[in-house]
């Protein structure tokens, strides 16, 4: 959906004050919706909720106010974290973008002895800002949470989850209808380097 619209909420959002869209969002807003003062827009910052804003000022940066605030329907109790071997970037990205999608909520990057690419800060920035334009898409508006960390590390916080799967290509039991009873559980799913 390109009526939606990221801000950045570093702060506890004070709604009386209106909110602020970025020179990035801004740039978007004017050239490709051809929004003007007065238009009604949707905003998110990661907390779950959509606010429905009215642009009160177009400049370098769009200032708008909060018309009102909406739990998103997206935001589900299932708590899956998808433990994904490091990609090279083609591949990453739609993976990001795909699980995203998915309403993933974590994502935890980690290397074995077969990747073929390093995961560092930057790059989990890169994919973190590619994750907010996945939310756009899907209309989600709460974020996925990308780290890193080292596949022994993995192993040991793998005791703290409800369901543990591994994704197995040649499997002849598929298990996604097992997810049903989960829900509102810890679900985890490593998938390796080449997707099994």
Do not use: W
Request: proline share 1%; with cysteine.
């Amino acid at each position: 959906m390109d009526n939606r619209y990221f801000f950045e909420n570093n702060q506890q959002l004070n709604i009386d004050e209106g909110i602020e869209l970025d020179k990035t969002e801004t740039g978007h807003l004017v050239k490709v919706r051809r929004a003007k003062v007065g238009d009604t827009i949707v905003g998110f910052c990661g907390d779950g909720f959509d606010y429905i804003l009215t642009i009160n000022e177009i400049n370098k940066t769009t200032k708008c106010k909060v018309v009102d605030k909406i739990r998103n329907k997206a935001v589900d109790v299932t708590l899956v974290t998808v433990f994904l071997s490091t990609l090279k970037n083609d591949a990453l990205n739609e993976s990001i973008d795909n699980l995203t999608q998915l309403n993933v909520k974590n994502i935890v990057l980690f290397d074995t002895k077969f990747s073929v690419a390093n995961i560092d800060d930057d790059k989990i920035e890169k994919l973190r800002v590619r994750s907010i334009q996945a939310c756009k898409q899907c209309e989600r508006a709460d974020f996925v949470n990308i780290t890193s960390m080292k596949y022994k590390q993995v192993i040991s916080t793998l005791k703290d989850y409800d369901l543990v799967l591994f994704a197995y290509e040649n499997t002849n039991n598929p298990f996604v209808s097992n997810l049903r009873d989960y829900k509102g559980k810890k679900i985890a799913l490593i998938v390796g380097c080449e997707g099994g």
